[in-house]
C-alpha cells in the first residue's frame, strides 16, 4: 500500500496569516500516461464529514475559497492557505487516489 | 446536490455482522464508483473498500479483507457494507462516498460501535 505522511502533526496559525501542510507519499503518484497527480486534500471541520478541497494535486473544487491552494508532484506536496480565517479550524487530510487501496494521510489539525 | 444516507450501524459484539447501507441521490449513482470510509473515535481517516460503477472491480483495505464485502444495486441507487467477524477495531463512523478517491462526502455516516 502507498503510505501517505503529512507534516505538521499540528498547526497553529494567526488570523490573517499563511498556514502550509505537507503530505509526502511512499511513492510516486504522478501517472505518466496523463501527467497527473493523483492527490486531494480533503478539510474536516469538528462534527462534520469531510469536504473534498483540491483534486490532482492542484485542481481547487467549484465553491471553495482561492486562499486555499495546492502544490507539489510525485511524492511531495503542500496544501498552502493564505490569510488564515476562523472557519479556517479544520483537520486537513491529503489523500492518493493512484492505486487501491486508496490512502490518507494522518491528518493534520490546524488552529487558531 | 450530492445526498448521501447512511444506515445499518448499531451496537454488536465481537465475532459478530452488521450490514451498513447507503442510500444516494443528485447524481447519477450508475455512472460513479462508490467508497466507504471510516473514522473511528478521535482518529483520522480510513478508507475501508470502494467498488465500481458496475460493480466489477472491488477493492478493500488490508483491515477488512476477507471480513467485508462492498455491493451495490444500481436499480435502487444504493450502496452495501456487509461487515462480518467484527473487531472492537472496527468501532468507527462509516460514510460512504462518491468515486474511489478525491471523494465527495454527503452524509453524517452511520456509527458502528464493536463491544461485549
Known amino acids: 500500500d502507498i503510505v501517505m505522511a503529512q507534516s505538521p502533526d499540528s498547526l497553529a496559525v494567526s488570523l490573517g496569516e499563511r498556514a502550509a501542510i505537507n503530505c509526502k507519499s511512499s511513492?510516486?503518484?504522478?501517472?505518466?500516461?496523463?501527467?497527473?497527480?493523483?492527490l486531494a486534500w480533503f478539510q474536516q471541520r469538528p462534527g462534520q464529514p469531510p469536504k473534498l478541497l483540491i483534486s490532482w494535486a492542484s485542481t481547487r473544487e467549484s465553491g471553495v475559497p482561492d486562499r486555499f491552494s495546492g502544490s507539489g508532484s510525485g511524492t511531495d506536496f503542500t496544501l498552502t492557505i493564505n490569510s488564515l480565517q476562523p472557519e479556517d479550524v479544520a483537520v486537513y487530510y491529503c489523500q492518493q487516489y493512484y492505486r487501491a487501496p486508496v490512502t490518507f494521510g494522518q491528518g493534520t489539525k490546524l488552529e487558531i | 446536490e450530492v445526498h448521501l444516507v447512511e444506515s445499518g450501524g448499531g451496537l454488536v459484539q465481537p465475532g459478530g455482522s452488521l450490514r451498513l447501507s447507503c442510500e444516494v441521490s443528485g447524481f447519477i449513482f450508475g455512472r460513479f464508483d462508490m467508497s466507504w470510509v471510516r473514522q473511528a473515535p478521535g482518529k483520522g481517516l480510513e478508507w475501508v473498500s470502494g467498488?465500481?460503477?458496475?460493480?466489477?472491480?472491488?477493492y478493500y483495505a488490508e483491515s477488512v479483507k476477507g471480513r467485508f464485502t462492498i455491493s451495490r444495486d444500481n436499480s435502487k441507487s444504493t450502496v452495501f457494507l456487509q461487515m462480518k467477524s467484527l473487531k472492537v477495531e472496527d468501532t468507527a463512523r462509516y460514510y460512504c462516498a462518491r468515486d474511489l478517491g478525491m471523494n465527495t462526502f454527503g452524509g453524517q455516516g452511520t456509527l458502528v460501535i464493536v463491544s461485549s
Open positions: 511513492q510516486s503518484v504522478l501517472y505518466s500516461s496523463d501527467n497527473k497527480n493523483y
Open positions: 467498488i465500481s460503477a458496475d460493480a466489477g472491480s472491488k
